[in-house]
């Protein structure tokens, strides 16, 4: 339904809900024209075609030509007032059009060359100002009327129905006639032909039902999914919503704005959700379950811009198009996503109906409290679209939900394109999906290397969890050195932790200790939980040759720690580096141990096998070896013949030779170095960070070390290295190492099944709380259950178990029969309180006092609270009773603890010695969750064996099925 202004005749227009390229124009006449849509060339930077979704959808682009065509007009009718184009479901004539002009309603349609079907005439002829189609029976059709004397405004047709039976009804027209179809002439004599139509237009009277008296009818529409409800909008602010089979003369009424209501339109994916406006610059927005107030005002412009048409969007949920009068602007408003300037109650703005103008209460306490309801004010609109003149009417597709018509007063038609920003996620299987128009698409994306999320998926299903050693064993298949050496020390750690290696003598603690501290901790802290020694790491020096070597059970220990072993069993270290082919590390390590001789047989042996293959990159590693064996021979067994003149020609030689392997380098410039400046020759090595770590624990002094260790740490938390964990530990500086890296690769996968030992076990993190949640929702969304399930169980927490929180409460004080109200404390307290006495009464030489044995077995029959007796079973018909727990006989209590520690510690006392059970299994409470009945579990058991029903009498719950 499109209204008509009253100051300036305005052009109408809307689509065909039949035909998407056809729509019509009506101001003088009623004009019919066509629009195609021409796809042109597309350019030479488009997407890869294989990423298409649909071909057969089209949206609006600017590769799109547009042409529109003229096809017939109607002159028959002219100067109306309003226009409603038949529903899909009336398939007699897609191209009937219902017209409002004043004094009737006439059907016209582009099918014929006898434009006018059938007219609509009032008892008292006066114009009509509204034309809704029932969307359910499309043969109604709903039309609001001026004010008149004695008649009412809103009258109901069934076009199908017949004045008289005289008159003959026209010939139905198919869906496929074309337009101005020619009528029959007819030969009356040789020289006459009758060239008028056949058949007379029939003119109806008589409304098959009749609304709203005294007051004009200015707009209306059918509620969604209903046929027999309507709503109309007056003249005199109502907004009425009738239901035809009902009482008509007491329809549900709100008063809606403060002037007439000029539009009323229905949301179709909502039927409840309603839109008004009238001369003013808002639009309501009204749930027709409750018209008390308005769900959401939206503030169209400033108060000169008074609304001139609204419309809901066919084909998506919530989006409203709305125009002003006189301004160029249509405005679309999406109430999921227009911003909310102000959430306010609103119990004073409309009045209401006197059916309904007491405000909603409810009682609370014996109180009233008002329940208003609350009103969202909208200002600023999801988009605007500018037309070229002020936009006198505007439509929206019925299929596309991308493109929409409109037209101007000065009669251009303009086509808007709705091109919105393409929403864009990533699934959690890695690919891509993203949505445009009502189409979702998702595809994954061909690429070289697999996104973090796929690779931590794969992880999660090979078993990548919180075991440590199933990790280290898993993380040779990663590829990644960097897990491969996490994953050795993490279980190096934990061998260290479990033997309970003690550096020094170290009194227990009930703390939970951090089984993973760093090497800067084992070095420096002075509470030292996993190592025990005091501040001092200088032990003693040793000096061999030109270096000096510094020993310490903390450097020991990061020894261990970085996998050097003790020179005792170097030969073992060195034999398995050369089984596993690394000739070079194992010659380094020799070197770094300052065994000159077992380097020197390492190289030569390398050479020798080496001889066996022919190539001239066997050849220059050959060289290259045997020259490092001459150079080392050159500094002797001892290091004792290393001159400035020897270590200069040293240094030149690698500086010229850069295919020089990294370790045998680092060897040779570790025998180049000076002592003052040792530091830094190590640190800039390019041997692994474990390595580094051990040769300055072996040769840098207490001061040089510590700020050799505090640049390492610096430089790996900056840069997010993960094998930086062996420098600073599982605590706040690894959590610091750990979002850098999490921000730099996205693994966070890594990161919990690290942190979730020590958090929050021995420390509670923020970050790390994060983590966790974010990898258990990821579990979640791959539906890895199972392993979302071991994350949770091998999660280790410093959080006490919490008590029981289900008893059994009593029918009629509903009070739990928890042991707090079954054995109180004053009991507690008075069947110790003989065996206990002050600490000056315990005899010195006895280390405890045995408990005496207690051998009564206190029942309870009656709740504790209203002492009402406790239910009987359904079976044997006896007390439901309740033992309370005895003391063990055969547990001492410690003489070091006195009488009143005993005494004010019931709690503890209860925890310590009371048994732990009162009852056995047999005589324990069961009931039926559906009807409470129940007895002795034992008794319930048996004759669930036999039966299926409740044993209770007069119950018919089948408790076996339960």
């Known amino acids: 339904m499109l209204p008509v202004g009253q100051q300036q005749r305005r052009k109408l227009i809307e689509w065909s809900p039949h035909n998407p390229e056809n729509f019509v124009v009506g101001s003088?006449?009623?004009?019919?024209?066509?629009?195609?849509?021409?796809?042109?060339?597309?350019?030479?930077?488009?997407?890869?075609?294989?990423?298409?979704?649909?071909?057969?959808?089209?949206?609006?682009?600017?590769?799109?030509?547009?042409?529109?065509?003229?096809?017939?007009?109607?002159?028959?009718?002219?100067?109306?007032?309003?226009?409603?184009?038949?529903?899909?479901?009336?398939?007699?004539?897609?191209?009937?059009?219902?017209?409002?002009?004043?004094?009737?309603?006439?059907?016209?349609?582009?099918?014929?060359?006898?434009?006018?079907?059938?007219?609509?005439?009032?008892?008292?002829?006066?114009?009509?100002?509204?034309?809704?189609?029932?969307?359910?029976?499309?043969?109604?059709?709903?039309?609001?009327?001026?004010?008149?004397?004695?008649?009412?405004?809103?009258?109901?047709?069934?076009?199908?129905?017949?004045?008289?039976?005289?008159?003959?009804?026209?010939?139905?027209?198919?869906?496929?006639?074309?337009?101005?179809?020619?009528?029959?002439?007819?030969?009356?004599?040789?020289?006459?032909?009758?060239?008028?139509?056949?058949g007379t237009v029939e003119t109806v009277s008589t409304a098959m039902a009749e609304l709203t008296g005294s007051e004009a009818v200015i707009s209306l529409a059918w509620v969604p999914q209903s046929d027999s409800c309507l709503a109309v909008g007056t003249n005199l602010r109502w907004l009425r919503i009738y239901d035809l089979r009902g009482n008509l003369s007491n329809p549900r009424s709100v008063v809606a704005h403060g002037k007439a209501v000029s539009g009323v339109c229905f949301d179709s994916f909502n039927p409840y959700r309603l839109a008004t406006f009238s001369e003013e610059p808002n639009v309501?927005?009204?749930?027709?379950?409750?018209?008390?107030?308005?769900?959401?005002?939206?503030?169209?412009?400033?108060?000169?811009?008074?609304?001139?048409?609204?419309?809901?969007?066919?084909?998506?949920?919530?989006?409203?198009?709305?125009?002003?009068?006189?301004?160029?602007?249509?405005?679309?408003?999406?109430?999921?996503?227009?911003?909310?300037?102000?959430?306010?109650?609103?119990?004073?703005?409309?009045?209401?109906?006197?059916?309904?103008?007491?405000?909603?209460?409810?009682?609370?306490?014996?109180?009233?409290?008002?329940?208003?309801?609350?009103?969202?004010?909208?200002?600023?609109?999801?988009?605007?679209?500018?037309?070229?003149?002020?936009?006198?009417?505007?439509?929206?597709?019925?299929?596309?939900?991308?493109?929409?018509?409109?037209?101007?007063?000065?009669g251009n038609v303009e086509v808007i394109s709705l091109n919105e920003s393409i929403p864009i996620t990533w699934s959690p299987l890695g690919d891509v999906s993203f949505s445009y128009g009502t189409k979702v698409v998702q595809f994954p994306l061909v690429d070289s290397k697999p996104d973090i999320s796929t690779v931590m998926r794969e992880r999660a299903t090979q078993g990548y969890s919180a075991i440590i050693e199933e990790n280290r064993r898993m993380s040779y298949t990663f590829n990644d050195e960097t897990l491969v050496n996490l994953w050795e020390w993490m279980t190096t750690m934990c061998n260290l932790s479990k033997r309970k290696i003690s550096l020094s003598s170290s009194t227990a603690t009930t703390q939970p200790v951090n089984d993973f501290p760093g090497v800067s901790s084992i070095l420096f802290e002075k509470d030292n939980s996993f190592s025990g020694i005091s501040l001092s790491i200088e032990s003693g020096i040793e000096k061999t040759g030109i270096f000096v070597l510094h020993k310490s059970p903390q450097r020991s220990l990061c020894l261990q720690i970085c996998g050097w072993a003790p020179k005792s069993s170097l030969d073992v270290t060195l034999s398995r580096l050369e089984k596993e082919g690394e000739h070079e590390k194992a010659a380094a390590m020799a070197v770094f141990y300052l065994d000159t001789v077992r380097a020197i047989q390492i190289l030569n042996k390398y050479i020798s096998l080496g001889n066996t293959n022919n190539g001239n990159n066997n050849n220059n590693n050959n060289f290259s070896h045997l020259t490092i064996s001459m150079a080392l021979a050159s500094f002797g067994e001892n290091l004792s013949m290393g001159g400035n003149i020897l270590k200069e020609q040293v240094r030149t030689m690698i500086r010229n030779t850069p295919s020089l392997h990294p370790y045998l380098r680092a060897c040779m410039e570790f025998l180049c170095s000076d002592y003052r400046d040792l530091d830094q020759v190590i640190e800039s090595l390019n041997i692994s960070l474990h390595d580094k770590i051990a040769l300055g624990c072996k040769y840098l002094g207490d001061k040089e070390l510590y700020s050799f260790i505090e640049r390492l740490s610096a430089s790996c938390i900056e840069s997010g290295k993960l094998e930086g964990l062996i420098l600073t530990g599982l605590n706040s500086k690894g959590v610091e190492l750990l979002q850098h890296y999490v921000d730099k690769l996205g693994d966070v996968q890594t990161?919990?099944?690290?942190?979730?030992?020590?958090?929050?076990?021995?420390?509670?993190?923020?970050?790390?709380?994060?983590?966790?949640?974010?990898?258990?929702?990821?579990?979640?969304?791959?539906?890895?259950?199972?392993?979302?399930?071991?994350?949770?169980?091998?999660?280790?927490?410093?959080?006490?178990?919490?008590?029981?929180?289900?008893?059994?409460?009593?029918?009629?004080?509903?009070?739990?029969?928890?042991?707090?109200?079954?054995?109180?404390?004053?009991?507690?307290?008075?069947?110790?309180?003989?065996?206990?006495?002050?600490?000056s009464q315990t005899t010195p030489s006895s280390s405890s006092v045995q408990m005496p044995i207690i051998s009564t077995k206190t029942k309870i029959s009656s709740c504790p609270a209203c002492k009402k007796p406790l239910p009987r079973c359904s079976l044997c018909l006896q007390m439901l009773n309740c033992s309370l727990p005895t003391f063990e006989s055969n547990r001492p209590i410690s003489s070091s603890m006195g009488g009143e520690s005993l005494s004010n510690s019931g709690q503890n006392l209860e925890s310590m010695y009371w048994k732990s059970g009162s009852n056995d299994f047999d005589n324990w409470f069961t009931w039926c969750q559906t009807c409470r009945h129940g007895g002795h579990s034992k008794h319930i058991f048996v004759w669930f064996e036999n039966h299926t029903q409740c044993p209770f009498n007069y119950c018919s719950c089948q408790g076996a099925s339960i």
């Open 28 to 198: 003088n006449d009623l004009r019919l024209y066509d629009i195609k849509f021409t796809k042109q060339q597309p350019s030479t930077a488009t997407t890869d075609p294989s990423y298409v979704a649909d071909p057969s959808y089209e949206p609006s682009t600017l590769n799109e030509r547009k042409t529109i065509s003229l096809v017939s007009i109607n002159a028959e009718v002219q100067y109306f007032r309003c226009m409603a184009w038949a529903l899909k479901g009336y398939t007699d004539d897609p191209n009937l059009i219902a017209i409002g002009l004043p004094g009737k309603a006439v059907l016209t349609s582009f099918s014929t060359v006898q434009r006018i079907k059938k007219e609509f005439v009032p008892k008292n002829p006066r114009a009509c100002l509204a034309l809704a189609w029932n969307p359910l029976k499309p043969t109604q059709l709903a039309m609001g009327w001026d004010r008149v004397r004695g008649d009412c405004s809103t009258l109901v047709w069934d076009i199908n129905s017949l004045q008289n039976s005289s008159v003959i009804q026209t010939p139905a027209f198919s869906s496929d006639n074309r337009l101005d179809s020619p009528h029959k002439i007819v030969q009356t004599a040789e020289n006459i032909f009758n060239v008028s139509p056949l």
């Open 751 to 839: 990161a919990c099944l690290i942190m979730i030992h020590v958090v929050p076990l021995v420390f509670k993190d923020h970050r790390v709380s994060r983590w966790l949640s974010i990898y258990r929702e990821m579990l979640d969304l791959w539906k890895l259950w199972y392993e979302r399930a071991l994350l949770d169980v091998n999660r280790k927490t410093a959080e006490i178990t919490p008590p029981s929180q289900i008893f059994a409460r009593c029918n009629f004080c509903n009070a739990s029969l928890s042991m707090s109200a079954i054995a109180p404390s004053k009991v507690v307290s008075s069947r110790v309180g003989r065996f206990t006495g002050s600490t």
């Open 284 to 410: 309501r927005i009204w749930d027709t379950r409750k018209l008390v107030e308005p769900t959401h005002i939206i503030q169209t412009g400033n108060k000169n811009e008074n609304v001139q048409q609204i419309d809901w969007c066919p084909t998506r949920s919530g989006i409203l198009g709305t125009i002003s009068k006189e301004h160029n602007a249509i405005k679309i408003w999406d109430l999921k996503d227009c911003s909310t300037d102000s959430t306010k109650s609103r119990s004073e703005s409309v009045p209401l109906t006197t059916s309904i103008t007491t405000t909603i209460t409810t009682t609370i306490s014996g109180k009233k409290s008002e329940e208003l309801q609350q009103t969202i004010t909208l200002t600023k609109p999801n988009k605007t679209f500018f037309t070229s003149d002020h936009v006198s009417s505007f439509s929206w597709h019925p299929s596309n939900e991308c493109r929409m018509i409109s037209i101007t007063y000065s």
